[in-house]
C-alpha cells in the first residue's frame, strides 16, 4: 500500500537538508577563508620584513643606494629563493637581449667567446659575417684580455657576452692578444647584424651532409631547410645528415620542435607532465620529413631542447645518436613572462616528455654509439675540423652503415620483387582450379 508523506515531515526533511547544505558549505568557506587570511598574513610578514629592513638601511647606510639595481636584485633573490633552479629574472636590458637573440639580430661587436680555462681571458671563437667585429680585423682564437679596461680574468663567459652588447652605436674598447700574442686595442661602435643559428657543409664522398646547431632560434627550422635543399643540389645529392647538438643548451623548446617537426614524420614529438600528475600534448610532427638517414652528434653539454632532438631522431626511427650521455635537462620553463618595467621573469612549469612519454630529466639520453673526445680534442674542441674531430667521424662511419643498412634492405626488397613477379608470370599448371573455383575458394 502507497503512503503519502505528510506535509510537516516534507518541511522537516527539507529544513533538514538545507541545514547540513548550510553547514558544509561553511565549513568549506571557513577553511578557504583561513587558508587565504593564513596566505595573506604570510605576505603582509614577508613585506613587512622588507620594508624593515629598508626602513633600518636608508636611514644608517653610509653609501648611496641604486634604486634600480636594489629592485632587480630584490626580484633576483625571489626567483632563486623558490627552489627552482631554472627559474630566473631578466633586467629589461637581458630580456632585450634575450628578444634580439631570439629574433636573430643581435646588438654587439659580433663574436662568441669562451672562457679559456688556463688564462682565464675570453677566447674567441665564431666571428659572425659583416659583424662590427669581423670589419676591426678581429679574428677567431684572438683573445680578450680587458673590456673598457677591466680585466675579464674574474667575469663569467655570459658576463663578457653581455658587457660586449649594448644600444646601437655605443662604443666598447677591447684589450685583445691577436694569434701572434702581440697586444691590441681596438674600439669598435655596436651595432645589429644577424647571426645564423646552423653552420653546414658536405663530408666525406658518400652525400652525408654536417649540421652543426649553434642555437635554436625562430629562423633555425627555415635556415635548416635551405642548408637541406642546398646539399640535396650538391654534387653527390644529400644521402645522410649528421646533426651535432654538443654542447647546445637547448635555447627555445619551441624553436627545437620545429626542427624535429621539419626533420621527422606524423607522429606525437613532446608532451608535459604537470604538477597535478596530468599530461598535455604539446606537440606533434606533420607528415613531412628528410627522408634519408640520420646521426645525431650528442655529449654532457647537450641539454633541453637539444636533447629532446636526439631522442626524437631515434625513436621516429630515423637514426641513432653517437657521442656521450646527454645533460638530463628535461623540464619546461615558461617563455620570459614581461613586467611592467620591461624585465621579465622565466620558471618551470612542468616536465619533458618524450614522444614516448618518457622522461630524460636527471638521468640524460643515453648514446647508440659511445665515443668520448681525447683530452687533446676537449682542450682544443673549438678549432676542431671534421677531419680532426674523432666524434664527428665516428658520426660519419656511422652514417655509411646506415647507408649500407638500408641500401641492402633496398636491394632484398627488390630481389623480393623480382622473384614474386616471375612466379607470378610462370604458366599455371594444369591441376590449379578454374577461375570460377578459385574466387569461391578465396570468398570462403
Do not use: H
Not at 664522398?205 to 652543426?212: E, F, L
Not at 610532427?285 to 626524437?312: C, I, K, Q, R, Y
Not at 630529466?361 to 676542431?384: M, Q
Request: proline share 3%.
Amino acid at each position: 500500500m502507497n503512503k503519502k508523506i505528510s506535509v510537516n515531515l516534507a518541511l522537516a526533511i527539507a529544513v533538514i537538508a538545507m541545514t547540513v547544505t548550510f553547514s558544509v558549505t561553511m565549513i568549506l568557506s571557513q577553511q578557504m577563508f583561513n587558508k587565504t587570511v593564513a596566505s595573506v598574513r604570510e605576505k603582509e610578514i614577508m613585506y613587512e620584513n622588507l620594508a624593515e629592513i629598508d626602513r633600518d638601511v636608508r636611514s644608517n647606510y653610509y653609501g648611496e643606494i641604486n634604486d634600480e639595481t636594489l629592485y632587480d636584485m630584490i626580484a633576483t633573490g625571489y626567483m632563486a629563493g623558490i627552489g627552482d633552479s631554472n627559474a630566473r629574472y631578466y633586467t629589461a636590458a637581458q630580456y632585450l637581449e634575450y628578444l634580439n637573440v631570439q629574433s636573430g639580430a643581435v646588438v654587439s661587436v659580433g663574436v662568441d667567446v669562451v672562457k679559456d680555462p688556463t688564462t682565464n681571458y675570453a677566447r674567441v671563437i665564431r666571428v659572425y659575417a659583416d659583424s662590427p667585429a669581423q670589419e676591426a680585423g678581429i679574428e677567431k682564437n684572438w683573445y680578450i684580455t680587458k673590456i673598457d679596461g677591466t680585466s675579464v680574468q674574474s667575469l663569467s663567459a655570459d658576463r663578457i657576452s653581455s658587457l660586449l652588447s649594448g644600444d646601437a652605436g655605443t662604443n666598447v674598447t677591447l684589450t685583445m692578444l691577436n694569434t701572434a700574442a702581440e697586444e691590441q686595442t681596438v674600439t669598435i661602435q655596436r651595432r645589429q647584424y644577424d647571426t645564423p643559428s646552423i653552420e653546414w657543409q658536405m663530408v666525406g664522398s658518400q652525400g652525408v651532409g654536417y649540421v652543426r646547431f649553434i642555437n635554436f632560434v625562430d629562423s633555425t627550422a627555415e635556415e635548416l631547410t635551405e642548408a637541406v635543399e642546398q646539399m640535396q643540389q650538391s654534387e653527390t645529392g644529400l644521402k645522410a645528415l649528421i646533426l651535432d647538438v654538443r654542447n647546445n643548451a637547448g635555447g627555445s623548446l619551441d624553436n627545437a620542435i620545429e626542427v624535429i617537426d621539419a626533420l621527422c614524420p606524423v607522429g606525437p614529438i613532446a608532451s608535459r607532465l604537470n604538477s597535478d600528475g596530468s599530461k598535455d600534448l604539446i606537440a606533434t610532427s606533420d607528415a613531412n620529413e628528410v627522408d634519408v638517414p640520420m646521426v645525431v652528434l650528442a655529449n654532457s653539454g647537450t641539454s633541453a631542447g637539444a636533447e629532446l632532438l636526439a631522442v626524437s631522431v631515434r625513436d621516429f626511427g630515423k637514426g641513432r645518436i653517437v657521442g656521450t650521455t646527454t645533460a638530463g635537462k628535461g623540464s619546461i620553463q615558461c617563455d620570459p613572462v614581461r613586467l611592467s618595467n620591461g624585465a621579465a621573469v622565466s620558471y618551470t612549469i612542468g616536465m619533458l616528455l618524450t614522444g614516448k612519454e618518457e622522461s630524460f630529466d636527471g638521468t640524460g639520453v643515453s648514446p647508440d654509439v659511445e665515443i668520448s673526445l681525447k683530452a687533446e680534442e676537449e682542450r682544443n674542441f673549438y678549432d676542431l675540423t671534421p677531419d680532426t674531430d674523432s666524434q664527428i667521424q665516428k658520426a660519419v662511419e656511422t652514417a655509411g652503415a646506415l647507408l649500407n643498412s638500408s641500401s641492402s634492405q633496398t636491394s632484398g626488397d627488390s630481389a623480393a620483387s623480382s622473384s614474386a613477379a616471375e612466379s607470378v608470370s610462370e604458366p599455371v599448371p594444369e591441376s590449379v582450379s578454374e577461375p570460377e573455383s578459385a574466387s569461391a575458394s578465396a570468398a570462403e
